[in-house]
């Protein structure tokens, strides 16, 4: 079923919407959430979460991209239920090394201010995006949006597991160096 | 800003970057190496006709497997063909830049320092980061008999100080390795190389 009948049954209030939306999207959906969570049975909630929270949405969103819509969504259910179990113990995934490498493109102060001014964050972290080659456009997002591993995304695009951390120490370089020059370091 | 708040601005960025992030490469990664590989077969023939094929044939054997060149071979005769090489000038620095030119266009390239040899080759440490490998990275560089050894334009003409392949005199040396293939373990990173260019003797 294409993208844009799943989201006419989602305004039909129809509830096969979510068993379409599981049958395309259910093994994306829990790629990213198990990268955030490393664990199956906390992904599987949080792909269970992005359907009610998708059933929320539409209407009054229609989205044009499903696919980015419910992945957008399981990210941040899944960022949201890592920070939950991370107060009570550390966990496995891919979360802690990778707030752990973002952390040389940040400073370690928090301040008000910067927590409104997230929109415009975003706004510069896409001009950063889409600053870089595609390759490395691709490696980032695979990385620090889908949450895969070093070893997954050395098998997608066909490079050694060097090559990718070289290339992402050079992507955070020039992220660093962007944020810094944009005035948020 | 703290890393959260980073990852979460990342979490937004457009529904169009994010939709081609996980798909394939183009292919043109592939048909880029394809015709450069083909783009050097046509340099390296016309080269050959400009310069003297019947010089290529004397020192050099020619051998193309895939989109990967192989120039001589490693070894005395190789060294001995090197020593004609420089021994005859000017005339033959100009089948070096064309070995350059193709290498450039087919090749993937580091640059090191050698620590040490091998039965099989030598380790070196990178001292030019590059796209791949960061400074201070150790590399275990693969030699066999399709790997050719390169000196210096600057050295042509001067003899050859040494057999950089079998001898330990080199270490500390600088090179620059060209190889076509690189697989990572645990504890290493091996590269196959197809040239080794001095760029920097040890004092010996």
């Not at chain 2, 890393?3 to 960025?13: R, T």
């Not at chain 2, 992030?21 to 046509?42: D, E, G, N, V």
Request: one cysteine or more.
């Amino acid at each position: 079923m294409d993208d844009s009948a799943i989201v006419s049954l989602y305004w039909q209030r129809d509830e096969s919407a979510i068993t379409e939306t599981a049958v395309k999207y259910g093994k994306y959906c829990f790629s990213i959430a198990y990268g955030v969570l490393g664990n199956a049975s906390d992904a599987e909630e949080s792909v269970n979460d992005t359907y009610l929270d998708a059933w929320n949405a539409m209407p009054p969103s229609r989205p044009t991209m499903l696919s980015t819509f419910l992945g957008k969504i399981t990210r941040r259910i899944s960022i949201d239920r890592w920070r939950k179990r991370n107060a009570e113990k550390r966990g496995g995934g891919q979360m802690e090394a990778i707030l752990d490498e973002l952390a040389e493109c940040v400073s370690s102060e928090e301040n008000v201010e910067q927590t409104v001014e997230q929109q415009m964050i975003t706004d510069h972290i896409n001009a950063f995006v889409r600053t870089l080659p595609d390759v490395e456009q691709r490696i980032f997002l695979c990385r620090y949006f889908y949450m895969d591993s070093i070893k997954d995304i050395a098998k997608r695009f066909g490079f050694s597991q060097s090559k990718i951390k070289s290339m992402m120490l050079r992507i955070r370089r020039k992220l660093r160096a962007f944020l810094e020059k944009e005035g948020w370091l | 800003m703290n890393q959260l708040q980073l990852l979460e601005a990342i979490g937004s960025v457009d529904d169009t970057l994010l939709q081609t992030a996980r798909q394939p490469l183009p292919i043109k990664r592939h048909f880029a190496r394809y015709m450069a590989a083909t783009a050097a077969s046509i340099c390296l023939i016309a080269g050959a006709s400009v310069w003297g094929a019947r010089q290529f044939a004397v020192h050099s054997k020619l051998v193309f497997s895939g989109n990967v060149f192989h120039h001589g071979t490693i070894g005395s005769e190789t060294a001995s063909a090197a020593d004609d090489i420089f021994d005859q000038g000017q005339e033959e620095t100009n089948e070096i830049h064309l070995s350059d030119t193709i290498r450039d266009m087919v090749m993937e390239s580091v640059d090191l320092y050698i620590t040490g040899w091998n039965t099989d080759g030598f380790s070196g440490v990178v001292n030019v980061a590059n796209d791949f490998f960061e400074d201070g990275i150790e590399i275990q560089v693969l030699m066999n008999d399709s790997t050719i050894c390169l000196y210096m334009n600057e050295q042509a003409g001067a003899p050859c100080p040494y057999d950089m392949n079998a001898s330990n005199t080199a270490v500390g040396s600088y090179v620059t390795v060209t190889y076509n293939d690189c697989i990572q373990t645990d504890t290493s990173i091996q590269i196959s190389a197809t040239t080794v260019t001095l760029n920097k003797q040890a004092k010996t």
